[in-house]
């Protein structure tokens, strides 16, 4: 990403999420490249996966996706990398899904299945089989993750990975303090050099070549498509 598109980023927050109105008019070509395990590319330290039912041995991405990350902790050493999530199956991202829609529609009871999915969508992507209509995830082209220290201490990016409750969960949130402004700006500048798009709606999630990475470069076509199941 050049300067005015990594600006770009970090100017974007919950009101500049792209619908799947936009996403859909991607055209996704699948380039076949493999799915590889993280850990064999960077040092990274992996979250715990609390309620994964696929449980393997580290996360799995996209080759070019572990070469690009490995280029940012190249860049922060002594500092490191935290993953909390990167390739999902489309069966885990259902089970992620509809647990989520479950809890909109309790704290939303007079909403209509429309407004149900789109606040849905903002924090869980809808599952697909579609090969035209990947779950980012689905794709090893996205990862959810943060910086910490040589100690393995988390920055402080003014809300914890996942917390959907948190009004500080986009990524230009308002309120935050000077502190956890500059961390995300550090964390969007450094993914952004290494081709990564951030999401407007989530401070930790990242994509390269997917349909998000694509849609929000105004470009027409995806490289990464849903990606095999490793843990098969």
Same mark, same amino acid.
């Given at each position: 990403?050049?300067?005015?598109?990594?600006?770009?980023?970090?100017?974007?927050?919950?009101?500049?999420?792209?619908?799947?109105?936009?996403?859909?008019?991607?055209?996704?070509?699948?380039?076949?490249?493999?799915?590889?395990?993280?850990?064999?590319?960077?040092?990274?330290?992996?979250?715990?996966?609390?309620?994964?039912?696929?449980?393997? !041995?580290? +996360?799995?991405? =996209?080759?070019? @996706?572990?070469?690009?990350?490995?280029? &940012? $902790?190249? !860049?922060? +050493?002594?500092? =490191?990398?935290? @993953?909390?999530?990167?390739?999902?199956? &489309? $069966?885990?991202?259902?089970?992620?899904?509809?647990?989520?829609?479950?809890?909109?529609?309790?704290?939303?009871?007079?909403?209509?299945?429309?407004?149900?999915?789109?606040?849905?969508?903002?924090?869980?992507?809808?599952?697909?089989?579609?090969?035209?209509?990947?779950?980012?995830?689905?794709?090893?082209?996205?990862?959810?993750?943060?910086?910490?220290?040589?100690?393995?201490?988390?920055?402080?990016?003014?809300?914890?990975?996942?917390?959907?409750?948190?009004?500080?969960?986009?990524?230009?949130?308002?309120?935050?303090?000077?502190?956890?402004?500059?961390?995300?700006?550090?964390?969007?500048?450094?993914?952004?050099?290494?081709?990564?798009?951030?999401?407007?709606?989530?401070?930790?999630?990242?994509?390269?070549?997917?349909?998000?990475?694509?849609?929000?470069?105004?470009?027409?076509?995806?490289?990464?498509?849903?990606?095999?199941?490793?843990?098969?």
């Amino acid at each position: 990403m050049n300067e005015y598109q990594i600006q770009l980023m970090l100017s974007r927050g919950k009101g500049d999420i792209l619908g799947l109105s936009v996403l859909d008019t991607i055209y996704v070509r699948d380039i076949a490249e493999p799915l590889v395990k993280l850990v064999d590319y960077l040092d990274i330290i992996i979250a715990p996966r609390t309620g994964r039912f696929q449980e393997g !041995e580290t +996360f799995w991405a =996209r080759e070019q @996706v572990a070469k690009s990350l490995a280029q &940012v $902790a190249e !860049e922060i +050493f002594p500092n =490191r990398i935290k @993953v909390y999530d990167a390739f999902r199956s &489309v $069966a885990y991202q259902k089970l992620r899904y509809d647990l989520f829609r479950e809890k909109v529609c309790l704290e939303n009871p007079g909403w209509t299945e429309g407004q149900i999915d789109e606040e849905t969508f903002v924090s869980v992507f809808p599952p697909s089989l579609d090969p035209q209509k990947p779950p980012a995830h689905a794709t090893g082209g996205a990862l959810d993750l943060t910086l910490v220290d040589s100690n393995g201490i988390d920055r402080d990016m003014g809300s914890r990975w996942a917390d959907f409750e948190s009004p500080f969960m986009s990524t230009n949130a308002v309120g935050l303090t000077s502190e956890q402004r500059g961390n995300r700006e550090t964390l969007v500048t450094l993914m952004g050099k290494a081709g990564f798009m951030s999401y407007p709606g989530e401070w930790w999630h990242y994509s390269y070549g997917d349909r998000e990475w694509a849609a929000y470069q105004g470009l027409k076509e995806a490289f990464y498509g849903r990606a095999e199941d490793p843990y098969k």
